[in-house]
């Protein structure tokens, strides 16, 4: 059972470029949240996608953007680099339909392995 | 607003010691509470968590917590530690109303365990 993928493992760019980041779920789940984690800090919440729509939303600007695709997988873009983009990118997978409890929200996010992404 | 205190940056500790790396977290109603773990260079692997119920959860490598809601805390603990389990430790909370998706993290506190 595949647990949750991120493609690039690393990635480079200059100010101003744009950059896609890849996300696999972990098999059974179908909801996508992705996290901006700065060197020494702990992840920020950026937003998370269920049903093919953006459900919520951190407090990033737009300049990110998301999608989700009929297979669960997502991607984030980020466009107009900045050098305070640099950072390590989380996708974490959770599942949310068929869910037993109505605490739907204590469902457990599974991380994948991130993206490093500097800009230069 | 939600938020999650890691009071430590950095725990040291003997091996065969009893571990705790502290938690403190701020939310409206009941919450959800998580903890993590980051080995370098890796993503957050999940340890436990507490819903409801016990006060006292057991997680994954022998690592529990004890939620207590009269301090707002939700301390790691782990009765004999390893030097396998030096890596960074992440706090995370949830509020149970209202917040689908949205993990608030601690800045996270690095345990360093000694032979």
């Known amino acids: 059972d595949a647990g949750v993928t991120q493609s690039p493992t690393h990635l480079i760019k200059t100010r101003g470029q744009q950059v896609t980041l890849r996300c696999s779920p972990k098999?059974?789940?179908?909801?996508v949240s992705w996290y901006q984690q700065a060197l020494g800090q702990g992840p920020q919440f950026i937003f998370q996608?269920?049903?093919?729509?953006?459900?919520q939303r951190g407090n990033f600007p737009d300049r990110f953007s998301g999608h989700q695709f009929p297979n669960y997988s997502s991607e984030l873009n980020v466009n107009a680099l900045l050098l305070g983009d640099s950072a390590l990118y989380l996708c974490?997978?959770?599942?949310?339909?068929?869910?037993?409890?109505?605490?739907?929200?204590?469902?457990?996010?599974?991380f994948g392995p991130g993206t490093r992404l500097t800009v230069l | 607003a939600q938020s999650v205190a890691q009071p430590e940056d950095q725990v040291n500790v003997a091996e065969g010691n009893p571990l705790t790396v502290k938690c403190t977290y701020s939310?409206?109603?009941?919450?959800?509470l998580f903890w993590y773990v980051q080995y370098p260079n890796r993503g957050l692997q999940f340890l436990l968590k507490?819903?409801?119920?016990?006060?006292l959860v057991k997680g994954s490598y022998g690592f529990e917590a004890e939620f207590n809601k009269s301090q707002t805390s939700f301390h790691l603990k782990k009765p004999s530690a390893l030097v396998s389990d030096s890596a960074l430790y992440f706090c995370a909370v949830r509020a149970q109303r209202g917040s689908q998706g949205n993990l608030i993290f601690g800045k996270g506190t690095k345990l360093s365990v000694k032979p």
């Open positions: 974490a997978s959770s599942r949310t339909r068929g869910r037993v409890s109505s605490g739907g929200s204590a469902d457990t996010q599974y």
């Open positions: 507490y819903i409801t119920g016990d006060n």
């Open positions: 996608y269920y049903e093919e729509e953006e459900r």
């Open positions: 098999s059974g789940h179908d909801t």
């Open positions: 939310v409206s109603g009941n919450p959800y």
